[in-house]
């Protein structure tokens, strides 16, 4: 089923990902734009986040959040879930195809992204710690660990459980915070999986979108 309510993103009046396409509204902008569905943005400031208003859409006072008519959500997985669960092209048909996929959200999320983030606090926040290399080395393992496992499962495969699902999309999202890091560049198949990724139009428009934001609010402040 495809809604024709044009539902309400939110998302970063200035990126703190400079326009990479890291921040989480991206991965719903994707969704959005591979089943077809218009939607709009509220830009909201680092400070109107944590105001009540936003705090009504999001408890913890992050982004995006989603609304439409009377619903409102917030966290990017559920969001993309929603979208998925009510448009086609985001999850199979066939009930045990589309179990997987979902089962391939939650392991993007779950599985992949925790240890990701880990070590992206890590190079950024952490450098002069006096435990930074030890750490570094912890975590880095931890997610070249994952990397290799999941190398594995993808094998020769375009996609995680044939045809691109959002299981891939909420995955590849994950990957893009090692897209710098070099270490995707030693498991040749998922650097090859994340492009794959990259060059569907859809993620073409959405990176597009996020872009100009970001390419507008410098603008402004110049």
Same mark, same amino acid.
């Given at each position: ?14 990126s ?12 719903? !902008?994707?969704? +959005?734009?591979e ?7 509220? $830009? ?12 009504g ?5 992050q ?8 619903l409102a959500?917030f966290?990017?997985?559920?969001i993309?879930?929603h979208?998925a669960e009510?448009?086609t092209?985001?999850?199979p048909?066939?009930a045990?195809?589309r179990?997987? &996929?979902?089962?391939?959200?939650? &392991? #993007? +999320?779950?599985t ?7 070590? #992206?606090?890590?190079? $950024?926040?952490?450098?002069?710690q ?9 975590v ?11 190398? %594995?499962?993808l ?9 691109f699902?959002?299981?891939? +999309?909420?995955?590849? %999202?994950?990957?893009? !915070?090692?897209?710098? %890091?070099?270490? $995707?560049?030693?498991?040749?198949n998922?650097?090859?999986?994340? &492009?794959r ?9 959405a990176?597009?979108?996020?872009? #100009?934001v970001?390419?507008a ?6």
């Open positions: 089923m495809t809604l024709t309510m044009t539902p309400t993103i939110t998302a970063f009046e200035r703190p990902d400079g326009g990479k396409g890291l921040a989480r509204d991206m991965r719903v !902008r994707w969704a +959005l734009e089943v077809g569905q218009p939607y709009n943005v509220r $830009l909201v400031s680092f400070s109107e986040m944590k105001q009540p208003a936003h705090r859409l999001h408890p913890f006072g982004i995006p959040t989603y609304e439409s008519g009377d959500l966290e990017s997985g559920a993309v879930f979208i009510r448009h092209g985001l999850l048909d066939d045990n195809s179990a997987r &996929a979902i089962t391939w959200m939650f &392991a #993007a +999320l779950n992949m992204e925790p240890p990701i983030v880990d070590w #992206a606090i890590a190079t $950024l926040l952490e450098r002069d006096t435990w930074y290399e030890q750490r570094l080395h912890v880095e393992g931890r997610v070249r660990n994952r990397l290799l496992e999941l190398s %594995s499962h094998g020769d495969a375009d996609w995680l459980d044939g045809a699902s959002a299981g891939d +999309l909420m995955m590849v %999202s994950v990957l893009l !915070r090692l897209k710098n %890091s070099g270490m $995707l560049s030693d498991y040749p998922l650097s090859t999986y994340v &492009a990724g990259e060059a569907r139009p859809a993620f073409k428009r990176f597009a979108a996020q872009l #100009a970001f390419t609010s410098n603008q402004l402040a110049d």
